[in-house]
């Protein structure tokens, strides 16, 4: 089965860090791109940060640019999203997406999405 | 930043009827890069169309997406039950955004 699992969600005082995780089984991890897209409570989909297949780009939201750092392990299958200088606004469920197209230099849409992490962002 | 606006933000409509669902960008979507997603209460979104007009594996032939440029439409042929739910269009021809979302509830 095709799936990727967040991890490392949790409670965090404004202006600390916190490390997410995203393991991906299933698929040819490093065939694809991946996806950070978050949800505030009650609100739409953004998203957050992309990275290529072999790392080659890596790509942020204005609104996380300097603050957020997306990586790869693709020997462990495995995305991560460094967030420092956590803001009150990141407050968000974080979901873990798997890029639909193969090999590609360039971000398309999402086939495969994980359940999400939960980061809150509070004194 | 391309900016996509959906209309209409809620749809109400009763289960047989159809529904259409705008998606307007703020400038060109290059070669029909855009995406339509579905989104259940406590779940997370599903791709349902990707190229504007190719349904992903598995979707049901009621759901079809259509458009180029700025203007582009999700149509869902005769709601069943299972498709009250929001959906969000988000465009990758240029850096990635996602629109604000159209909820279809039950009328």
């Known amino acids: 089965e095709v799936q990727v699992v967040e991890s490392g969600g949790g409670l965090v005082q404004p202006g600390r860090s916190l490390r997410l995780s995203c393991a991906a089984s299933?698929?040819?991890?490093?065939?694809?791109?991946m996806h950070w897209v978050r949800q505030a409570p009650g609100k739409g989909l953004e998203w957050v940060s992309g990275i290529t297949w072999n790392s080659g780009s890596l790509d942020y939201a204005d609104s996380v640019k300097g603050r957020f750092t997306i990586s790869r392990d693709n020997a462990r299958n495995s995305l991560y999203l460094q967030m420092n200088s956590l803001r009150a606004e990141d407050t968000a469920l974080y979901y873990c997406a798997k890029d639909g197209a193969y090999s590609n230099m360039y971000y398309s849409y999402m086939d495969v999405w994980g359940k999400g992490t939960s980061v809150t962002v509070s004194s | 930043e391309i900016v996509l606006t959906q209309s209409p933000g809620t749809l109400s409509l009763s289960p047989g009827e159809r529904g259409t669902l705008s998606c307007r960008a703020s400038?060109?979507?290059?070669?029909?890069?855009l995406a339509w997603y579905q989104q259940k209460p406590g779940q997370a979104p599903r791709l349902l169309i990707y190229?504007?007009?190719s349904r992903a594996t598995g979707i049901p032939d009621r759901f079809s997406g259509s458009g180029s440029g700025t203007d582009f439409t999700l149509t869902i042929s005769r709601l069943e039950p299972e498709d009250f739910a929001v959906y969000y269009c988000q465009q990758y021809g240029r850096s990635l955004t996602f629109g604000g979302g159209t909820k279809v509830e039950n009328k």
């Open positions: 299933g698929f040819t991890f490093d065939d694809y791109a």
């Open positions: 190229g504007a007009s």
């Open positions: 400038q060109s979507v290059s070669s029909r890069y």
